[in-house]
């Protein structure tokens, strides 16, 4: 009789759930109970609700895809999805790397380590609509702007900074950026802290310059929090909402318009909910899509 068939027979034998995987699940089940309450509970209502029309949320008629026809015939949907996909590249270029190197540089830093941490950590406790309402500030066009100010000493021309459709998206990244990296960089600076001392001696003794640990130990160690955070940081940049909102209501020219702006405004200016929830489940469907491609090209044997 084979080996295979003999670990058939063995676990034939064996009760489906033992006491262990029972004690498992017990423990899962709240978080299990909280999940589907708040999140597949919504996601479904919003695909009952995108499929028909209401007055208000009282649910009046059924009508099938109607709604999601006619937001792909809204201008505004396409020129919100392509903006919002250019936010994502933006935030890849600006902002997925500047947390590794604060995290990078604070960890090679002798001195006043704690003070960096809190530093970089501080623009994180700022509320959001004051960080983004103080930038718009500093961005102001003509001479009342603080950066044309400070240009204006150097005798350079005032800017029209979030006027300007090619700067508007790349600057509302760096403001995101702005506050968010520093939170980030403490998760690579904690993942940092677990690799062994003893690695980073040897490297140094066999020579290796601040680079070459660099290179070899800590960018190994730290790439796989990595992969974790970027498709964190993309679902969270699909659904940036307030910054154009409130910088410059989706403008110039609708250069800042995001895809969750548009339910925004389905659901707070019109107050059409149908519509509403009809761009959330494909905003819904859009990131799942990406992120099973996302793991399936970053899955790896070892995964």
Excluded at 53 to 76: H, K, S, T
Excluded at 227 to 242: D, N, R
Aim: glycine residues 6%; aromatic residues 14%.
């Amino acid at each position: 009789m084979s080996k295979t068939k003999n670990n058939y027979i063995q676990q034939r034998g064996k009760p489906l759930l033992q006491r262990k995987d029972i004690i498992g699940w017990l423990i899962m089940l709240p978080t299990i109970v909280l999940f589907g309450f708040f999140v597949w509970e919504p996601l479904l209502e919003s695909v009952i609700l995108s499929m028909h029309n209401a007055n208000g949320i009282r649910l009046e008629e059924f009508v099938g895809f109607n709604n999601y026809i006619e937001l792909f015939q809204y201008p505004i949907f396409l020129k919100s999805l392509v903006n919002t996909f250019v936010y994502i590249f933006w935030s890849l270029v600006i902002g997925f790397f500047t947390p590794m190197i604060l995290a990078i540089l604070i960890t090679e830093t002798v001195h006043f380590k704690s003070f960096f941490r809190i530093g970089v950590y501080f623009p994180n406790m700022i509320p959001g609509l004051a960080t983004v309402l103080m930038w718009r500030y500093l961005f102001l066009p003509g001479d009342t702007g603080v950066f044309n100010i400070i240009l204006s000493k150097i005798g350079i021309e005032p800017q029209v900074w979030l006027n300007n459709t090619a700067l508007t998206i790349p600057l509302i990244i760096v403001i995101m950026t702005w506050r968010g990296a520093g939170a980030t960089a403490l998760l690579y600076m904690a993942n940092i802290g677990n690799i062994d001392p003893g690695l980073y001696e040897a490297a140094t003794i066999d020579g290796a310059n601040i680079f070459k640990r660099i290179r070899y130990i800590t960018a190994p160690s730290i790439f796989s929090l990595g992969k974790t955070l970027l498709i964190i940081q993309i679902i969270a940049v699909f659904q940036i909402l307030y910054e154009p909102l409130v910088l410059k209501q989706g403008g110039p020219n609708n250069a800042s318009y995001s895809i969750m702006m548009v339910v925004w405004n389905y659901a707070n200016r019109n107050f059409d909910y149908p519509m509403a929830a009809a761009t959330s489940v494909v905003i819904c469907a859009i990131l799942i899509i990406l992120s099973g491609l996302y793991f399936k090209i970053t899955k790896t044997k070892e995964d």
